[in-house]
């Protein structure tokens, strides 16, 4: 969208040329109007523009001499004059000054719309194409393809023509993407992104002289600001600062976005890479800021280390009892109160991602469930970056992370039999005791009736099928481990080590120790 001033000191003729045409067709969203060059430059202060079509001669300052004003101090505004007369000296000075066109009044419409086309398009071309340069560099300077020394970086922008000086100094402000209302899919977030670059050009950046948006990553985007005033910094902040209040306000409102602007410290091209990691890690010291405006001054505040523990094992136990749904609603409270926390840093929230991992993979092997089968996007290094991003990313990746453990416990339950669940039941707890009551409990049925229907389906019954799987699974441990007989008694639920031997023998025809000595003959064993 661009930006229109029309300076002519004859009201009907500027009024005439405002209401030609449909501004609109070419992407012409604000027309203002000056009456001389005076009031053409406090237009100016007041908003920068694109374009300018002006009348040359004019009381208090003709129209060449404001457009050499505009070329110093608006080096993007584009020109276009207009006169009454055909003066050659005009027209050849009006060219020397670099103005697009050099029309007679009256201006017919169409030849009007003609000109502001072309104008339009090459104003787009030529903006599209230095951006893309700039973004490259900024990116190039930030991922340390180019050294940050001054003199380097200098030689780069003097060979690719960048608009920088090395008298200039660099206001960065970074921005954040917190989280979006609303999954999105691959499409929506090349749309949204779309969206958020232009809300970035059209009201915080609004035609600022030579400033770049820089895209570092999808969820960090950079803007420079590059001044060759230092003393005009402080008024300049304060006026972006505003730009930024409401472009935070719009995302919220029309796109669903929330994210917050850090300003860091204007400085030389060679110390803008360090001062955005500076303001990275102070983001990452205060993952609670959200939807707000930040000053940088320098110092990291230390995180906070009065977090209350998550009450893992009390959910480890829900989930063992199948009560995923209360496991949920519990971590997202507890984590809403997270919410509240100041200095909450990124570290805070990678010990309770490897805590409830930790957890979650526990529960997992007790009910015989393979992680990666059940949730393998949410175990990717990429997954675990995004999840300890902020509170709301790792609320999402919890909430997701037990709905598909809900999701395949449903399935498996639907599609195991009941002598399967007593089965696999039996094979996770088998250091355990496994009463009847136990596995009726699990199951859902009553002891009776099981014990019934195993001993129909099965030919043995609950105590024989248990007793067999015991001693099938301190053969292994005997066989491939040389750990103290003693403890593969524990492993498969004998607390008195003599009736562990007593019935292997039974079953096996011979002691563990001998046993072990046939399977291990080469190892030397505790007993």
């Known amino acids: 969208m661009y930006r229109l001033l029309i300076v002519d000191d004859e009201a009907i003729i500027a009024n005439g040329i405002k209401a030609s045409?449909?501004?609109?067709?070419?992407?012409?969203?604000?027309?203002?109007?000056?009456?001389?060059?005076?009031?053409a430059k406090e237009k100016f202060m007041e908003q920068p523009f694109d374009i300018m079509i002006c009348d040359i001669e004019m009381p208090q300052g003709n129209g060449l001499e404001l457009y050499e004003w505009v070329k110093e101090h608006y080096p993007q505004t584009e020109c276009v004059f207009i006169t009454c007369h055909a003066d050659f000296g005009y027209a050849k000075k009006a060219l020397q000054l670099g103005s697009f066109e050099y029309l007679l009044k009256p201006v017919p419409p169409d030849e009007l719309k003609l000109v502001m086309s072309r104008l339009i398009k090459k104003i787009r071309d030529e903006r599209e194409a230095a951006g893309r340069e700039a973004e490259r560099f900024?990116?190039?300077?930030?991922?340390?393809?180019?050294?940050?020394?001054?003199?380097?970086?200098?030689?780069?922008?003097?060979?690719?023509?960048?608009?920088?000086?090395?008298?200039?100094?660099?206001?960065?402000?970074?921005?954040?993407?917190?989280?979006?209302?609303?999954?999105?899919?691959?499409?929506?977030?090349?749309?949204?992104?779309?969206?958020?670059?232009?809300?970035?050009?059209?009201?915080?950046?609004?035609?600022?002289?030579?400033?770049?948006?820089?895209?570092?990553?999808?969820?960090?985007?950079?803007?420079?600001?590059p001044s060759e005033k230092p003393e005009d910094n402080e008024r300049f902040r304060n006026e972006i600062h505003s730009r930024c209040i409401a472009f935070i306000k719009g995302c919220n409102e029309y796109l669903g976005c929330h994210l917050s602007c850090y300003f860091g410290?204007?400085?030389?091209?060679?110390?803008?890479?360090?001062?955005i990691e500076q303001l990275m890690a102070f983001k990452k010291s205060q993952v609670n800021i959200v939807d707000r405006v930040i000053f940088y001054d320098g110092q990291i505040k230390d995180e906070c280390h009065q977090i209350p523990l998550p009450p893992i094992p009390v959910w480890s136990e829900l989930i063992?009892?199948?009560?995923?749904?209360?496991?949920?609603?519990?971590?997202?409270?507890?984590?809403?109160?997270?919410?509240?926390?100041?200095?909450?840093?990124?570290?805070?929230?990678?010990?309770?991602?490897?805590?409830?991992?930790?957890?979650?993979?526990?529960?997992?092997?007790?009910?015989?469930?393979?992680?990666?089968?059940?949730?393998?996007?949410?175990?990717?290094?990429?997954?675990?970056?995004?999840?300890?991003?902020?509170?709301?990313?790792?609320?999402?990746?919890?909430?997701?992370?037990?709905?598909?453990?809900?999701?395949?416990?449903?399935?498996?339950?639907?599609?195991?039999?009941?002598?399967?669940?007593?089965?696999?039941?039996?094979?996770?707890n088998l250091d355990q005791e496994l009463s009847r009551q136990y596995i009726a409990d699990y199951?859902?049925?009553?002891?009776?009736?099981?014990?019934?229907?195993?001993?129909?389906?099965?030919?043995?019954?609950?105590?024989?099928?248990?007793?067999?799987?015991?001693?099938?699974?301190?053969?292994?441990?005997?066989?491939?481990?040389?750990?103290?007989?003693?403890?593969?008694?524990?492993?498969?639920?004998?607390?008195?080590?003599?009736?562990?031997?007593?019935?292997?023998?039974?079953?096996?025809?011979?002691?563990?120790?001998?046993?072990?000595?046939?399977?291990?003959?080469?190892?030397?064993?505790?007993?």
Not at 265 to 275: G, I, L, Q, S, T
């Open 265 to 275: 410290k204007p400085v030389p091209v060679h110390e803008v890479r360090n001062m």
């Open 320 to 428: 063992k009892q199948g009560k995923m749904k209360q496991v949920i609603d519990e971590a997202q409270r507890y984590l809403d109160a997270w919410k509240r926390i100041d200095n909450l840093g990124v570290k805070g929230l990678q010990r309770f991602y490897q805590n409830f991992l930790q957890m979650m993979f526990y529960a997992l092997q007790q009910h015989g469930m393979r992680a990666d089968e059940i949730f393998p996007d949410y175990l990717t290094p990429a997954r675990a970056l995004t999840a300890t991003r902020s509170v709301n990313d790792l609320q999402n990746w919890v909430k997701g992370m037990l709905e598909a453990t809900l999701d395949h416990i449903n399935k498996v339950d639907a599609s195991e039999t009941i002598i399967e669940k007593i089965k696999r039941y039996i094979a996770l």
């Open 21 to 39: 045409m449909n501004w609109n067709s070419v992407r012409v969203t604000s027309v203002t109007i000056a009456s001389n060059a005076r009031q």
């Open 443 to 527: 199951v859902g049925l009553s002891p009776d009736y099981i014990v019934k229907l195993f001993k129909k389906e099965t030919g043995l019954s609950v105590s024989d099928y248990i007793l067999t799987e015991r001693i099938k699974l301190a053969k292994e441990l005997l066989a491939k481990s040389d750990t103290t007989i003693s403890n593969v008694a524990l492993a498969v639920g004998f607390c008195n080590f003599s009736y562990f031997s007593t019935l292997f023998k039974k079953e096996v025809l011979m002691t563990p120790q001998e046993y072990r000595r046939v399977k291990q003959p080469a190892i030397k064993v505790c007993k």
């Open 138 to 225: 900024w990116q190039d300077v930030l991922n340390q393809a180019i050294p940050s020394s001054r003199d380097k970086m200098m030689e780069v922008i003097r060979k690719q023509k960048l608009p920088y000086t090395g008298s200039m100094e660099f206001l960065p402000v970074l921005i954040p993407i917190s989280h979006w209302e609303k999954p999105l899919s691959i499409r929506d977030a090349q749309l949204m992104e779309y969206a958020l670059r232009n809300a970035m050009e059209e009201i915080v950046v609004l035609r600022s002289p030579y400033a770049q948006i820089v895209r570092i990553s999808p969820e960090y985007f950079m803007i420079v600001f």
